[in-house]
């Protein structure tokens, strides 16, 4: 079965410093990878997505994502961190099509990032 | 494009009380989803539409809980009756399967608060 792990629950970095959050997935093949951001009573928001090809991928807000086949994973990464960027962050598997689970997606439990003046 | 529309943003009920949330999805989306999302369980996929027709609802937690969409353009979730454990936010989700993007597009969500 497909899953998602975001080993960090919380994490916090101060204004300025660099950001890696994690993501390891579960899927028998490459699945479409997907970082969501939310911010304090807002809904989930796209950030960047991975299909195929290049294995880094830039998003918006200046976040880019590394998909890494041999270690099942798509670390979410900003080099200087802003403190509108606190927000919950979500890492999400989508099956491609085909998949008896086409549609949907598998969502991460969240890392919640702290920005420190 | 306005996004996806949800109504109520909030909503205070007692308990045994209906509660009816409700879904407009971005036109032309032919995808509808369903979550909530609580403090202990996370983000939880309740159920999915796809041209209207449910195609998986194994994520509704009971009978108490059902959805429909009548048309391309509305959703609903209801839940009848409803107890203090069905607190959480309530998320409705659109997407466009015709292209080869699976990216889904949220709402602001229904805050849900039964007492």
């Known amino acids: 079965a497909q899953s998602v792990t975001q080993p960090d629950i919380h994490i916090t970095v101060s204004e300025g410093a660099s950001l890696e959050l994690r993501c390891n997935y579960s899927y028998g093949a490459t699945p479409y990878l997907f970082w969501y951001v939310q911010s304090p009573g807002q809904g989930l928001q796209l950030l960047l997505k991975?299909?195929?090809?290049?294995?880094l991928v830039q998003g918006i807000k200046g976040f880019e994502a590394e998909f890494k086949r041999s270690q099942s994973s798509f670390n979410l990464r900003k080099p200087s961190v802003h403190w509108s960027d606190a927000a919950e962050y979500f890492c999400?598997?989508?099956?491609?099509?085909?998949?008896?689970?086409?549609?949907?997606?598998?969502f991460g439990q969240g890392t919640t990032l702290q920005v420190k003046p | 494009d306005a996004g996806v529309i949800q109504s109520p943003r909030h909503e205070v009920t007692e308990m045994g009380q209906e509660v009816t949330l409700r879904c407009k999805p971005i036109?032309?989306?032919?995808?509808l989803f369903w979550y909530r999302q609580t403090m202990m369980r996370g983000l939880e996929l309740l159920i999915y539409f796809n041209n209207n027709v449910p195609i998986d609802d194994s994520g509704m937690p009971e009978d108490r809980f059902s959805a429909k969409m009548p048309n391309a353009s509305f959703s609903t979730l209801k839940i009848q009756p409803s107890e203090p454990r069905d607190s959480a936010v309530y998320f409705c989700?659109?997407?466009?399967?015709?292209?080869?993007?699976?990216?889904?597009?949220f709402g602001p969500g229904t805050r849900l608060t039964v007492t």
């Open positions: 991975y299909f195929s090809g290049d294995t």
């Open positions: 999400a598997v989508g099956a491609p099509s085909g998949s008896s689970n086409t549609g949907k997606l598998i």
């Open positions: 989700a659109s997407r466009d399967g015709t292209g080869v993007t699976y990216e889904q597009y």
């Open positions: 036109s032309g989306h032919d995808y």
